[in-house]
C-alpha cells in the first residue's frame, strides 16, 4: 500500500519560530511537493523538487525553503514562523504524469 | 489569470440529480489532467484521469477539450456520499497545479 507520510498532525509555534515539516514517501516515486491550503484559496504550490537535491519554487514560496537530500524525504523549512503561515500542509508525491499521493496535512498555527 | 480555474459552487442538487463541473486551464502545454475528490478535513485522493477521448468510471464521466482549454467532470444519478469538494488538476513538466474546488453538496 503506497504511503506519504507526515510528521505531524498538529503543530502549534511562536512567531519567529524556525519550522520544519517532515515528509516521507515509500513509492520510489520523483517529484514531490509542499502545498498550503487554505480556505477559498485551494491548493496552493510552495515548493517542489523532481529529483534529490533539486528543488523548484511554486507559486507562493515567500518565507519558505525546503530540502531534498534523499529521494524518499521531503522537508519543508518555516524559516521564521509568522501568523500569516498558519495553514494546512500538505505534502504529495508522483512518479512523472501520474497519480500524486498525499500525507494527511499538517495544521500548522502559528501563535 | 490563474492556471486552473474552478467554479467554487457549492452546487446544491438533490440525490439522483446530474451535475457537471467545468475547470479551464491556461497552458496549452499541459501535459495531463485529473480529476481529485477532497473530503473534508481529508486529504485530496484521485477520482479519476482525463482523456482527450473521453473516459468514464461509473457514474462519473471526465472530458477534455485541448482546443479550448476546458476540462469536464459529469456525476449522474448523484448520492449522498458523492458530497465533496472536487479539484481539477493540471501536469505541467511535473509541476502539479491544482484549481481552488468545487464543492458539491448532495440532499436528500
Known amino acids: 500500500d503506497v504511503k506519504v507520510t507526515q510528521s505531524s498532525r498538529y503543530l502549534v509555534k511562536r512567531t519567529g519560530e524556525k519550522v520544519f515539516l517532515e515528509c516521507v514517501q515509500d513509492?520510489?516515486?520523483?517529484?514531490m511537493f509542499w502545498y498550503r491550503q487554505d480556505p477559498g484559496l485551494g491548493l496552493r504550490l510552495i515548493y517542489f523538487?523532481?529529483?534529490?537535491?533539486?528543488?523548484e519554487k511554486g507559486d507562493i514560496p515567500e518565507g519558505y525553503s525546503v530540502s531534498r537530500e534523499k529521494k524518499e524525504r521531503f522537508s519543508l523549512i518555516l524559516e521564521s514562523a509568522s501568523t500569516n503561515q498558519t495553514s494546512m500542509y500538505l505534502c504529495?508525491?508522483?512518479?512523472?504524469?501520474?497519480?500524486?499521493?498525499f500525507g494527511q496535512g499538517t495544521r500548522l498555527t502559528v501563535v | 489569470r490563474k492556471e486552473v480555474e474552478q467554479d467554487p459552487g457549492p452546487f446544491n442538487v438533490p440525490e439522483g440529480a446530474t451535475v457537471a463541473f467545468n475547470c479551464t486551464y491556461s497552458?496549452?502545454?499541459?501535459?495531463?489532467f485529473f480529476w481529485y475528490r477532497q473530503d473534508c478535513r481529508k486529504e485530496p485522493k484521485l477520482l479519476m484521469s482525463?482523456?482527450?477521448s473521453g473516459n468514464e468510471d461509473g457514474r462519473f464521466t471526465a472530458q477534455l477539450n485541448r482546443a479550448s482549454q476546458y476540462i469536464s467532470l459529469l456525476i449522474r444519478d448523484s448520492k449522498l456520499s458523492d458530497s465533496a469538494t472536487y479539484l481539477c488538476?493540471?501536469?505541467?513538466?511535473?509541476?502539479?497545479?491544482f484549481g481552488a474546488g468545487t464543492i458539491l453538496r448532495v440532499k436528500s
Open positions: 504529495a508525491s508522483t512518479a512523472d504524469w501520474t497519480e500524486a499521493f
Open positions: 513509492m520510489d516515486h520523483e517529484n
Open positions: 523538487s523532481y529529483d534529490v537535491k533539486m528543488k
Open positions: 497552458n496549452s502545454a499541459s501535459q495531463s
Open positions: 482525463v482523456y482527450s
Open positions: 488538476v493540471v501536469n505541467f513538466y511535473s509541476k502539479l497545479v
